[in-house]
C-alpha cells in the first residue's frame, strides 16, 4: 500500500472510529434523558397509583414512585451488563477476532434499538432487554475499536484514551433525542434511524478493520480491512 492510501486509511479508521463510539457506544449513561421522554408517552404509567397527597393548591396528585423504580431498574440491568459482559465479551474478541465480535455487537445494537422503536406503553417491558442490548453492543463495539490505537505507534496511548472519551460522550445522544422529540420526532422514527445505522457499522467491520487483530507492534507495510 502506498505511503499516502496508508495514512488516509489509517486517519479514516480513527475517525470513523471516534464517531462511532460517540455516537453509539455508550448512550446507555444518557438515560435520564430518554426517561423524559418516555414519561411523556406514558410508558409504566400503570405503576402510579392514587396518592392522598395533596400539593399547596389543594388538588390531589399520583404516586408515581413505583414508575421511578421501574426506570431506575432497567437502567441498572442494563448498566450491569455493561460492566458485567465486559469480560465475556472481551474473551469472544480475543478467540474469534474483530469480524465475529463486531457482528455480534451488530447485531445486539440493531436488536436493541428495534426493541425501543416498536416499544410501546403497553410493551414497557422491551425496555429491559433493549438497553441491555444496547449496552453489551455497545461495550463490545468499544473493546474492538481500542485496537485501532496499535496503528499509530507511540501516538497509542493518546488514541485509546480518545476512544474512552468518545464512549463517555455518547452520553448526550439521548439527550438529542429528547430534543428532537420536543421539536415533533417520534421516538420510533429517531430508534429506527439509529437501527439503519447498523449498515454503516457493518460497512466499516468490512472496510476499515481488519478480521482478526492489528497486532502491536506494527509491522512493516502491514494491511488490514
Not at 397527597?53 to 440491568?77: A, K, R
Not at 428532537?180 to 429517531?190: D, K, V
Request: hydrophobic share 50%; charged share 10%; proline share 4%.
Amino acid at each position: 500500500m502506498a505511503g499516502g492510501a496508508g495514512r488516509a486509511k489509517k486517519l479514516g479508521t480513527l475517525l470513523s472510529g471516534l464517531l462511532e463510539c460517540g455516537a453509539f457506544c455508550g448512550i446507555i449513561f444518557g438515560w435520564a434523558s430518554l426517561v423524559y421522554v418516555l414519561k411523556n408517552l406514558g410508558y409504566f404509567q400503570q405503576w402510579c397509583e392514587s396518592s392522598a397527597n395533596i400539593n399547596p393548591n389543594g388538588t390531589l396528585y399520583p404516586d408515581c414512585s413505583g414508575q421511578d423504580e421501574q426506570f431506575s431498574l432497567v437502567f441498572t440491568i442494563g448498566s450491569f451488563m455493561n460492566n458485567f459482559m465486559t469480560l465475556p465479551m472481551g474473551y469472544v474478541f480475543d478467540r474469534f477476532g474483530t469480524a465475529v465480535a463486531r457482528l455480534i455487537a451488530i447485531s445486539l445494537y440493531t436488536g436493541g434499538t428495534l426493541l425501543v422503536a416498536f416499544s410501546t406503553p403497553d410493551l414497557a417491558v422491551l425496555l429491559f432487554p433493549a438497553m441491555s442490548m444496547l449496552s453489551v453492543g455497545g461495550i463490545l463495539l468499544i473493546l474492538t475499536n481500542m485496537q485501532v490505537g496499535n496503528l499509530f505507534g507511540k501516538y497509542r496511548s493518546i488514541i485509546i484514551t480518545l476512544y474512552n472519551g468518545a464512549f463517555d460522550s455518547s452520553s448526550a445522544i439521548f439527550l438529542i433525542i429528547k430534543v428532537l422529540h420536543e421539536h415533533g420526532l417520534s421516538l420510533r422514527a429517531m430508534f429506527l434511524f439509529m437501527a439503519a445505522c447498523s449498515a454503516w457499522h457493518l460497512l466499516r467491520t468490512i472496510f476499515l478493520m481488519p478480521r482478526m487483530h492489528i497486532p502491536y507492534p506494527l509491522p512493516p507495510a502491514y494491511n488490514y480491512g
